[in-house]
Nanobody
Framework: QGQLVESGGGLVQAGGSLRLSCAAS????????MGWFRRVPGKEREFVAA????????YYTDSVKGRFTISRDNAKATGYLQMNNLKPEDTALYYC???????????????WGQGTQVTVSS
């Protein structure tokens, strides 16, 4: 078992940028897929992006393609989500999580972090 801690959220105006970090601590798998997810009150958690352990494969939900970039630094045991051209509809609590193998479905992920709030004003 391990722990993931998200950071980097905040308040930004529409069109601005934020970079979220997901730091792994404690016991973790040596190789895992990392995913970013977001949730707003009254809605299901949304799968935003994922990256394989090697970084060779990535996934983005359609609404963030061209604006968000997922990356990772395995030496630092940290993943990132660069968010550009933010829109008010991006406002959400953002979570990271891990999966043992490449996965683009939420059910495959565990080790959820506590989340970091992103608020985009218009």
């Amino acid at each position: 078992q391990g722990q993931l801690v998200e950071s980097g959220g905040g308040l930004v105006q529409a069109g601005g940028s934020l970079r979220l970090s997901c730091a792994a601590s404690g016991r973790t798998f040596s190789r895992y897929t990392m995913g970013w997810f977001r949730r707003v009150p009254g809605k299901e958690r949304e799968f935003v992006a994922a990256i394989s352990w090697t970084g060779a494969r990535t996934y983005y939900t359609d609404s963030v393609k061209g604006r968000f970039t997922i990356s990772r630094d395995n030496a630092k045991a940290t993943g990132y989500l660069q968010m550009n051209n933010l829109k008010p509809e991006d406002t959400a609590l953002y979570y990271c999580a891990a999966a043992e193998f490449w996965a683009t479905t939420i059910s495959r992920y565990d080790n959820w972090g506590q989340g970091t709030q992103v608020t985009v004003s218009s």
